[in-house]
């Protein structure tokens, strides 16, 4: 069905994350994709600087996924997630675990990246209570970091304005950020801050280890605008997890799945956290889908406590948990992924993005270039008192050029689809580099 854009009516539809009036009087619409481009409605292509939302890593519309959708529509378009089951979940779950880090092998279905996070703050606390230790149910995230928008993820979530207007929220903590000035302009892992993680030490000292359930974080902070940890980092804070015997949670909705150049982000920082989470590219953003991957061990201690067998052992779930749609949607990705080699293609072609998006390190207003396998960002110097105008009017001079690319607090963020090529890759960066001099 077309429709025409100019007859639309614009009154009903509450936009998320958006400047709502500031859309009515410049609607920017996108009507189709091909490849790595988006087509708008006056039939411009726009190159996507972001994977959709980092989340067509494959690029857009393709006919392995859609083929797979439709023909699982024809013949099993839904089943009840709960108390019974369809093939295609099991046969996701065995290809997502054998992609994972050893021990991570056990896999809970979810609709989002939000919901991942909640589910996963959820077994996190669950877990120690059925270990014996309910006192264990504190949660500790980062400041900067962004775990969707659902009760549990603004509560453990470090972004402000994410949280300010939504009253009380679950008792959390949380360390502090590592966007440390002395590493502007780091190319991949800064070298100075993994004594930060130390800070779990300090909240260990306060409250216990035995008041603590969980840590979160992304392995590089992504919607706060490509933070990536500092070299050590990530070690040091499975190490003191470790020695108190507190879960680590990777939030892996961004870095997972290939945007790092590796299978996930804990392959490529080299370490495993307890429990992990994935959305976004499992389905390569054409189904909603999220999963909670958590070590056996977790799995087993709820099996152990489940009482007779026909009881539920954790009741936690969604009517659409492991949706046959997703399901067909994410093993037609994750085959892409295999066939395509796509976090190789990302791991080959990262030194030309890194050295394209520190090409625009002179530029004017830029302040920082941060960057790690296909993810990089700006931190533009702000207006007095309107940190997030700059990144506006720039994007919005990067569409009228050609380009979609994200703009969130004082930041342009990039993730380009892993099999878009040097050329693509080089013309993104010309654009912005050409809105910024022009701005
Ligand atoms: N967690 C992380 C690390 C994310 O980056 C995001 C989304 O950007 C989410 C959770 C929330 O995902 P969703 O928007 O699918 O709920």
């Not at 669950?126 to 970091?145: D, E, H, N, T, V």
Request: hydrophobic fraction near 40%; include cysteine.
């Amino acid at each position: 069905m077309t429709v025409s854009v100019d007859d639309l009516n614009l009154d009903n539809y509450w936009m998320p994350f958006t400047g709502n009036r500031e859309f009515r009087h410049n609607p920017r619409f996108i009507t189709g994709a091909e490849g790595v481009r988006f087509i708008d409605a006056q039939g411009r292509k726009v190159l996507d600087g972001l994977s959709g939302l980092w989340c067509c890593g494959a690029g857009h519309n393709r006919p392995e996924i859609a083929e797979a959708v439709a023909e699982q529509a024809r013949s099993l378009d839904y089943a009840p997630a709960f108390q019974f089951g369809h093939p295609q979940a099991f046969l996701l779950a065995s290809r997502l675990s054998a992609m994972m880090p050893e021990g991570l092998n056990r896999v809970f279905f979810t609709n989002s990246g939000s919901e991942t996070v909640d589910t996963a703050l959820k077994i996190a606390r669950a877990y120690w209570r059925q270990r014996g230790q309910p006192g264990k149910s504190r949660l500790i995230g980062r400041a900067k970091g962004y775990h969707g928008v659902n009760f549990g993820g603004i509560s453990v979530g470090g972004i402000a304005p994410n949280r300010k207007l939504f009253g009380s929220t679950l008792e959390s903590d949380h360390l502090a950020h590592t966007l440390l000035s002395e590493n502007r302009f780091s190319r991949g892992q800064p070298e100075h801050g993994a004594e930060l993680a130390d800070e779990l030490e300090e909240l260990v000292a306060l409250h216990d280890a035995s008041n603590i359930a969980a840590v979160i974080v992304e392995p590089f902070a992504g919607s706060a605008g490509v933070i990536p940890p500092p070299k050590g980092y990530l070690q040091r804070l499975r190490a003191i997890c470790d020695r108190h015997d507190i879960l680590l949670i990777f939030d892996e909705v961004i870095t997972g799945l290939g945007r790092c150049g590796a299978p996930t982000g804990a392959h490529h920082f080299g370490v495993v956290p307890d429990i992990a989470n994935f959305a976004k590219q499992l389905t390569n953003g054409v189904i909603p889908m999220g999963a909670v991957v958590v070590r056996q061990e977790i799995y087993d201690t709820f099996m152990a406590q489940g009482g007779p067998d026909y009881m539920v052992e954790f009741p936690h779930g969604y009517t659409y948990s492991g949706h046959p749609m997703a399901c067909a949607a994410a093993l037609a990705a994750l085959k892409i992924f295999d066939d395509e080699k796509l976090d190789e293609q990302v791991a080959a072609k990262a030194g030309f993005f890194e050295d394209c998006i520190h090409g625009l390190a002179n530029h004017p207003y830029v302040q920082d270039v941060r960057n790690l396998g296909f993810a990089g960002a700006l931190t533009l110097e702000a207006y007095p008192g309107e940190p997030a105008r700059r990144p506006y009017e720039i994007a919005m001079a990067c569409w009228e050029r050609g380009l979609y690319v994200r703009y969130s607090g004082d930041t342009l963020q990039f993730g380009p689809a892993f099999v878009m090529d040097t050329a693509d890759i080089a013309e993104i960066f010309n654009i912005v580099g050409d809105a910024l001099k022009s701005a």
